[in-house]
């Protein structure tokens, strides 16, 4: 009985696993539907509002482990560095054939360095990361690159005509924007985490914060511009406020991360 409780976080760890492989599994037609390239975006999507919960689990039934972090990460690996990438790619296959074909070595590249990166984050992370910074993220965790990759390839896939304009820059956003959120993931920059802090007020507004975002989550399937449009607010909004303040307090930052370490 001991040993049982660990089943629960593990058990959302498992849906994250295979949610991520599914994923890749109906973006490349293994499974017929009639838009792979959404059900391949939408299981990520429930991989991001899973995520946090097998680590919740595991803080309330007192069931964290070794085994837990190291199968953690494997499953972040598949779901947000793996089948994002692959949403990508096929998306491009799919629905621009001749641009993907004349750019294959340009997307070859983009899909290595943005799975390579998230590999090499969540290593990183295991390694070094979780016991020196308990209040930032070293580079941008998987999981969000992984979301902003997903939500923007449905936003621009639903502009009618943009996959089909080959001629024009912009087809070029997804691919670049793959392999500069791969680059993020081991960038030197710090991001803060969500998570209780003093200010009574600041703890309320990121509850309503985070219900918001899982409300719009769920919505995300219904692949409403507006659901979209504001899910990529969101993120990014997160994303570059946070950043800009990691970087203000960069030096803090390491400082205390050097006293954790003593």
């Keep these: 009985m001991g040993k049982a409780r660990f089943i629960l976080p593990n058990i959302f760890t498992s849906l994250n696993f295979l949610l991520g492989a599914f994923s890749i599994c109906w973006?490349?037609?293994?499974?017929?539907?009639?838009?792979?390239i959404l059900m391949g975006t939408?299981?990520?999507i429930l991989c991001v509002l899973l995520d946090k919960l097998d680590g919740f689990a595991a803080r309330l039934v007192n069931a964290s482990s070794e085994?837990?972090?190291?199968?953690d990460s494997l499953a972040d690996l598949i779901a947000f560095g793996l089948a994002p990438a692959f949403c990508i790619i096929f998306a491009y296959k799919n629905l621009a054939p001749s641009f993907f074909e004349a750019n294959t070595a340009l997307m070859a590249v983009a899909f290595a360095v943005y799975v390579l990166c998230a590999a090499m984050r969540l290593a990183k992370y295991n390694a070094c990361d979780s016991d020196c910074y308990h209040h930032h993220f070293s580079g941008v965790p998987t999981t969000f690159v992984g979301a902003i990759?997903?939500?923007?390839?449905?936003?621009?896939?639903?502009?009618?005509?943009f996959f089909a304009d080959t001629a024009s820059a912009t087809i070029y956003i997804p691919v670049v924007v793959l392999f500069i959120t791969g680059l993020?993931?081991?960038?030197?920059?710090?991001?803060?985490?969500?998570?209780?802090?003093?200010?009574?007020a600041f703890n309320i507004f990121q509850a309503v914060l985070i219900v918001i975002t899982y409300v719009a989550g769920f919505m995300f399937i219904t692949e409403k511009p507006i659901v979209l449009a504001f899910l990529l607010l969101l993120v990014g909004c997160y994303m570059s406020i946070g950043l800009a303040v990691g970087l203000i307090q960069r030096k803090n930052i390491i400082e205390?991360?050097?006293g954790s370490k003593n």
Aim: no cysteine.
């Design 27 to 36: 973006t490349t037609g293994a499974f017929s539907t009639s838009d792979p």
């Design 42 to 44: 939408y299981f990520v």
């Design 67 to 71: 085994f837990g972090a190291q199968f």
């Design 149 to 161: 990759n997903v939500i923007l390839l449905v936003f621009l896939k639903n502009r009618e005509g």
């Design 184 to 200: 993020l993931m081991v960038s030197p920059l710090f991001l803060p985490k969500l998570q209780p802090r003093k200010n009574k």
């Design 256 to 258: 205390e991360a050097k």
